[in-house]
């Protein structure tokens, strides 16, 4: 009962799910999960861009990335966006992905939720580089076996 009650008073600690963000993105980058739910609830579209975040201030990035915008307590914050209609395939202005992004920081259990709900293994940011080339690069073996199991390329087309 005592660990029940320390998660509950650090989860709203750190989330402060009393207060009503702003943005979209505030609420994702705050790890608020009941603000998030709330500013979806009142029409805010999963897939808006603020662009005083990171990653253009698109939710999705915000929920998956723990670099620009720590969340200590971001449980089910990208379920929650995906519920709402969230686009796995959106980019940001450089043609990143959500997919890219798990990829790149080495979250197996998200680029398998990803893929499973439809991201594009070989799409190619502006720069040519694909969520397989991330995870090669920054040596997520279990990344690159999973991206390849699900279809992508070793090698990317047009470089």
Not at 2 to 27: D, G, N, R, V
Not at 78 to 103: E, I, K, R
Request: net charge negative; glycine share 10%; aromatic share 10%.
């Amino acid at each position: 009962m005592p660990t029940a009650i320390l998660m509950a008073a650090a989860f709203s600690y750190f989330t402060k799910p009393w207060q009503y963000p702003q943005s979209l993105a505030e609420a994702v980058c705050a790890g608020n999960v009941v603000g998030t739910f709330r500013k979806l609830q009142a029409g805010d579209r999963p897939d808006s861009t603020d662009p005083a975040w990171p990653y253009d201030g698109r939710a999705m990035f915000l929920a998956i990335d723990n670099t620009g915008c720590a969340k200590p307590m971001a449980f089910g914050l990208v379920d929650l966006l995906h519920f709402y209609g969230a686009d796995v395939n959106q980019t940001t202005a450089s043609g990143y992905t959500p997919l890219m992004l798990a990829a790149g920081v080495g979250n197996v259990s998200m680029t398998r939720k990803l893929i499973r709900w439809g991201a594009h293994v070989d799409e190619q940011d502006s720069a040519g580089h694909t969520a397989l080339g991330y995870a090669a690069e920054l040596g997520h073996d279990d990344i690159v076996r999973l991206l390849i199991e699900n279809g992508a390329a070793a090698a990317n087309k047009n470089r």
